[in-house]
């Protein structure tokens, strides 16, 4: 019977496992879904992204235009690279945690399969235990001979457990150590195409475009205008010209507020 325990303890380790391996690698599976469904989101918005930019790009003046258009290209690239992380996530890495419960299925099968056999060698030694009590000499070696046959088929299927249960441990070993690295390897390749694509550009990216020729034409025009009217001011003979404290004061709107013409007060 000690071995009989033995084995028992054996095989409620080896169920332990399973369902340890069960629990967590569910985890993982939704916890790695949820995060490849997140980056994938990414990638649609910054795809949106790109579209704005182009957008904008083409309702500016040529050399903005070009810049823009530039940016939202590399940009674009990016995401290309983040497309192929998504669908490496998705292959490599949460469709084969999705098929793992079938594995686990197939474990849990020989371990009940083991426990049965189990069974049947606790229950034929209870009863070669009755009948060495009471029962007549050829009964009793009937019953060892039971008991004999239900050890053997134990044996085998103890040995057959360790085996597919061994075959498990080092099948979970490497798929972890293979969806680790699939996990790690394209974020570092990613930020290495990251720093090809963006390297180019410093902190200040649009430093050297100049805005465009309209904006600076209305501001020169506007400065001619209050120089004008300054020199306007300051001429008595001009038709136009004010004296006296006590006429208002008269503003010219240029850029960034208003100007007060010199002799004047509100």
Excluded at 136 to 157: G, N
Excluded at 173 to 195: E, G, H, I, N, Y
Excluded at 247 to 257: E, L, M, R
Aim: hydrophobic share 35%; proline share 4%.
């Amino acid at each position: 019977m000690n071995i009989v325990f033995s084995r028992d303890s054996q095989v409620r380790g080896m169920d332990n496992t399973v369902a340890n391996t069960e629990k967590y690698f569910g985890q993982f599976c939704s916890l790695l879904a949820a995060y490849t469904r997140k980056t994938a989101r990414l990638r649609n918005k910054a795809d949106q992204l790109v579209k704005q930019l182009i957008d904008f790009a083409n309702s500016e003046n040529p050399e903005l235009r070009a810049t823009m258009r530039g940016f939202a290209e590399d940009l674009a690239k990016v995401q290309d690279y983040r497309q192929a992380q998504v669908e490496r996530l998705e292959t490599k890495v949460v469709n084969p945690l999705k098929l793992y419960g079938a594995q686990i299925k197939q474990t849990r099968a020989e371990i009940k399969k083991f426990k049965r056999v189990q069974n049947r060698e606790i229950k034929q030694l209870e009863k070669l235990e009755k009948l060495r009590q009471k029962s007549p000499w050829d009964r009793q070696m009937i019953a060892e001979t039971r008991v004999q046959r239900a050890a053997m088929d134990s044996s085998r299927t103890t040995l057959q457990l360790e085996e597919t249960v061994d075959a498990f441990q080092r099948q979970k070993l490497k798929d972890l150590q293979v969806k680790v690295s699939t996990l790690v390897s394209p974020r570092q390749d990613f930020r290495a195409k990251m720093q090809g694509v963006y390297g180019h550009y410093n902190t200040q990216p649009l430093a050297n475009t100049n805005p465009s020729p309209s904006v600076l034409q209305s501001l020169a025009s506007q400065g001619t205008l209050q120089v004008q009217l300054y020199r306007a001011n300051e001429d008595p003979e001009h038709p136009h010209a004010n004296h006296g404290r006590g006429q208002s004061a008269h503003c010219v709107c240029g850029q960034g507020g208003y100007l007060m013409l010199p002799g004047h007060s509100l």
